[in-house]
C-alpha cells in the first residue's frame, strides 16, 4: 500500500456521469480515517444536526481495490447510523480507488451504475 494512503481524508465531491458534481449535501462531513496498515475508519456527521456515526475496519489493498470488513461500531453512533450497509459491524465491501491529484476516488455500485466518491486529504 502506498503510504500517501495513510491519513485522513474529506469527501468533497462526486463523480458521476463523467462530470465533477458538488456534494449532494453541503452538510455532511465524512472523514475515510486510514490510521495504519490495516485498519480504517469512517466517520460523518452533519452540520446543524444530532448524531454522528463512526466504525472501525481492517483492510487490505489488493491491485486497485480495498477490501474491508468492519470490526467495531462506536457505541456513540445514532440511531440512523444502522441504515448505513457500512456500518454494520462484519460488514464486507471490496472497494476500487484510485489516487488522482492528490484526492482519493473510492468507486461505489449505484444500481447498474457507478458513482465516485472524492475525498481530498487533511493537512494535520
Do not use: H
Not at 463523467?18 to 475508519?41: G, T
Not at 460488514?91 to 447498474?112: H, R
Request: glycine share 4%; proline share 4%.
Amino acid at each position: 500500500m502506498s503510504s500517501f494512503l495513510l491519513g485522513s481524508w474529506l469527501f468533497v465531491a462526486i463523480f458521476y456521469r463523467d462530470q465533477i458534481l458538488p456534494l449532494p449535501n453541503e452538510a455532511l462531513k465524512q472523514y475515510y480515517i486510514f490510521s495504519s496498515q490495516s485498519e480504517n475508519k469512517v466517520f460523518y456527521f452533519r452540520l446543524g444536526e444530532r448524531g454522528t456515526c463512526e466504525r472501525t475496519a481492517s483492510y487490505e489493498i489488493k491491485g486497485s481495490t480495498i477490501e474491508q470488513t468492519v470490526t467495531n461500531l462506536s457505541s456513540e453512533n445514532a440511531d440512523f447510523c444502522s441504515q448505513d450497509p457500512d456500518m454494520r459491524l462484519g460488514a464486507f465491501s471490496i472497494v476500487p480507488y484510485q489516487l488522482k491529484e492528490n484526492q482519493l476516488w473510492m468507486s461505489l455500485p449505484l444500481g447498474e451504475e457507478e458513482i465516485i466518491f472524492i475525498f481530498e486529504k487533511v493537512i494535520d
